[in-house]
């Protein structure tokens, strides 16, 4: 039995709307995600963690911002739990609400003048809450496009859910640009930085009514209606694939550490260290992820057509390639080579590889288990690269006051990313995995038929 659809008449035509409820919700939680990244950089600790010293703060503003990611796997295992058992679609309107909530009352959120050591307190536990719908939204947007679509396109349909990512980011830096011109100076720190916070209210209605629209997804309906759900998908994902979730989640370093050192930690570090506008920062991320919308679907793609693992590599080689001259354009502070610098290397490099992650991951997980493993093995990579990525970096900057660690940081991500994607299969044009107990009775019948 196929692990999903291989109908030929999937067409763009019908995949339009779950396409759309899966990309536009994405980018919605990954705004709201997103912004909170923005202002740990550059405000939050003067905000939350002012009788601290200028890295210092910015370390203890880092490491609530790692809260997110450490929520990250255990909302992955939460709501992988829930979206094998009950369906993709009810739990992704419940990450959809719980980020969408969060992200509205950190704009509520006190300052530490104002009610001292609660102030971190909160929005810490509001991180944490935030990171754990974004680690239960990944599997159910991607697996929404791959159980819709068919084995021959299924890196180009999970790549759209993929592009929520630059969607939101893009989106987030542009929310920042506007709100900074309308509140300037100590009114910025004051009110302004609440706004895009509470702007999410009318974001998460928007994609709440795109969801509510869709129906579960025919794999998962298929599997319910044989009595075939698991009684336990997160230890059954751990017992039966425990080796792809570890690879998996080392396939993300070289893809998921540089991204935040681009997005992130470079607005602290271009600001105090490189003296760069901040706004060129932002454009610059702006201009990227318009780049990396057009140029993950297309990458995806062609990893359809060459094979996922061949590309994989081959982008992961490109961003090892590229860290040292990333850092050399940032040094000119010359404006066209700053923001050439982050539309290649978050356009091209990081889009390269995250495009087709979302198929290379998933693929190797059966309906019956999918939800659960392929969320484990996306979302541990937020404890060993993403979230520690701005904190290492920072601490890399103090201590050697060069940016050649950065870089080395970048390739050794990279060569992990690499040699994990050498060591998991190949299953473009292919069935993806098939659930482990229907391939136990299979070998079975073939032992007593020998």
Not at 220 to 237: D, G
């Amino acid at each position: 039995m196929a692990a999903i659809s291989t109908s030929e008449n999937v067409t763009i035509r019908k995949m339009l709307p779950i396409l759309s409820a899966s990309t536009i919700g994405t980018a919605i939680e990954w705004y709201d995600f997103f912004l909170y990244g923005f202002f740990s950089a550059t405000i939050f600790n003067k905000l939350f963690f002012p009788l601290l010293d200028p890295v210092t703060g910015i370390l203890a503003s880092f490491t609530t911002y790692y809260i997110g990611f450490i929520a990250r796997p255990i909302g992955g295992a939460f709501f992988g739990w829930f979206g094998d058992r009950i369906g993709r679609k009810s739990v992704l309107v419940t990450t959809l609400l719980l980020m969408g909530i969060s992200t509205c009352l950190m704009g509520l959120v006190p300052t530490y003048g104002q009610v001292g050591i609660l102030a971190p307190v909160l929005i810490t536990l509001l991180r944490f809450l935030q990171g754990a719908g974004v680690g239960g939204e990944w599997g159910g947007s991607v697996l929404l496009s791959l159980e819709y679509g068919d084995n021959r396109r299924r890196g180009f349909w999970t790549s759209w859910p993929q592009t929520g990512v630059p969607l939101g980011l893009a989106l987030a830096a542009i929310v920042v640009i506007i709100t900074r011109a309308l509140f300037v100076g100590d009114a910025f720190t004051g009110l302004g930085w609440r706004i895009p916070f509470f702007l999410s209210v009318v974001l998460i209605l928007v994609g709440l009514i795109i969801r509510l629209r869709i129906l579960d997804t025919p794999a998962f309906t298929k599997l319910k209606e044989e009595n075939r759900i698991a009684r336990s998908p997160f230890t059954e994902a751990f017992r039966h694939h425990w080796k792809d979730i570890i690879l998996t989640a080392l396939l993300r370093s070289g893809e998921q550490a540089p991204f935040y050192l681009f997005t992130t930690f470079i607005l602290g570090y271009g600001v105090t260290a490189l003296k760069i506008p901040l706004n060129l920062l932002y454009v610059g991320i702006i201009l990227a992820a318009v780049i990396s919308f057009v140029f993950m679907p297309t990458a995806s793609y062609v990893s359809d057509i060459i094979g996922r693992k061949r590309w994989f590599m081959f982008g992961t080689v490109l961003m090892a390639v590229f860290a040292f001259p990333f850092f050399l354009l940032l040094q000119t502070r010359n404006p066209v080579a700053v923001v050439f610098a982050l539309a290649f290397a978050i356009g091209i490099c990081h889009a390269s590889v995250y495009g087709p992650q979302a198929a290379f991951i998933t693929e190797h997980f059966g309906t019956k288990l999918r939800y659960s493993g392929a969320s484990l093995g996306y979302q541990l990579a937020s404890l060993t690269a993403g979230g520690p990525a701005p904190i290492i970096a920072t601490l890399l900057v103090a201590y050697y006051h060069s940016y050649v660690p950065l870089a080395l940081y970048i390739i050794l991500m990279a060569a992990i990313s690499f040699f994990a994607a050498l060591a998991l299969k190949e299953y473009a044009n292919k069935d993806a995995q098939v659930d482990h107990d229907e391939i136990r009775p299979s070998l079975d019948a073939t032992a007593s038929e020998a």
